[in-house]
């Protein structure tokens, strides 16, 4: 398995959280992911579930899509996956299919997360493909961006509804 320095980690986390703010630019949950096989990113994604209308297109799904295209393989062995938020069910199930064998991810996900927090799918010994799990890389910057983005959403709605009760 690939062994990255922590500044490596770091670099491939701030591509990750690139992605993730075009999710944002398009207000869409802001969550980014790459996917590196040798040094050099093969695969990027962001969450564009609101522009493309489609419920599977987060940043993870997109990232495997690409990295499968780009290698000509479904399997994406000795890659390794960056995402700023911990994967949910389905893109845990989408990783451990596509034998992607380790993860990096920024901040955990305890409403829906699929690697730790709510169910653990990457490690389970109950399933063919594991995966090796690492968290925290640019935790503060990847948390950082879904709480202004779900604070700026609440503020929205706030005003929204305080506009209608003036119009009333």
Known sequence: MAEFTQEEKEFFMREALKEAQ?????????????????GEIIGRGHNAREEQQKAILHAEIMAINEANENEGNWRLLDSMLFVTIEPCVMCSGAIGLARIPQVIYGAANQ??????????????????????????????????????????????????????????
């Open 22 to 38: 075009k999710s944002l630019e398009k207000e869409e949950i802001p969550i980014g992911c790459v996917i590196v096989k040798d």
């Open 111 to 168: 409403k829906f997360g699929g690697a730790g927090s709510l169910y653990d799918i990457l490690t389970d010994i109950r399933l063919n493909h594991r995966v090796e799990v690492e968290t925290g890389i640019l935790e503060a910057e990847c948390a950082g961006i879904m709480q202004d983005f779900f604070r700026k959403n609440r503020e929205k709605k706030k005003a929204v509804k305080r506009a209608a009760k003036e119009h009333c």
